[in-house]
């Protein structure tokens, strides 16, 4: 059974820097593209970053691309977000997402992906 299991968020000030980790067991995580997606509480969950198994194809979603990043050590069986320069606006429910990489382009939609964690909650001070 494939366990995702996200860790890193907390209260932070605007300005500051966050670095959520995603651990999968259960599963071939070398052969999975890795996302992120966040969700604040009466809207839609929303698509933040994906990462390639190989690591070598990243989309970071425009509005936090310059302050965001996407990585993964398949030997950890880890992906990361780098969150830098926080802001209000990033206060959400932060969820990473697995599915099989086929190669096929980016996974931006959440039916891209089969596996989910339990999301972590990110909040930022003004």
């Known amino acids: 059974q494939v366990q995702l299991v996200e860790s890193g968020g907390g209260l932070v000030q605007a300005g500051d820097s966050l670095r959520l980790s995603c651990a999968v067991s259960?599963?071939?995580?070398?052969?999975?593209?890795m996302g992120w997606f966040r969700q604040v509480p009466g809207r839609e969950r929303e698509f933040v970053a994906t990462i390639s198994w190989t690591g070598s194809s990243i989309f970071v979603e425009h509005s936090v691309k310059d302050r965001f990043t996407i990585s993964r050590d398949n030997a950890k069986n880890t992906v990361y977000l780098q969150m830098n320069s926080l802001k209000p606006e990033d206060t959400a429910v932060y969820y990473c997402?697995?599915?099989?990489?086929?190669?096929?382009?980016?996974?931006?939609?959440?039916?891209?992906?089969?596996?989910w964690g339990q999301g972590t909650q990110v909040t930022v001070s003004s």
């Open positions: 259960g599963g071939p995580f070398s052969r999975y593209a």
């Open positions: 997402a697995g599915g099989l990489d086929y190669g096929l382009g980016y996974k931006t939609d959440k039916s891209d992906y089969d596996y």
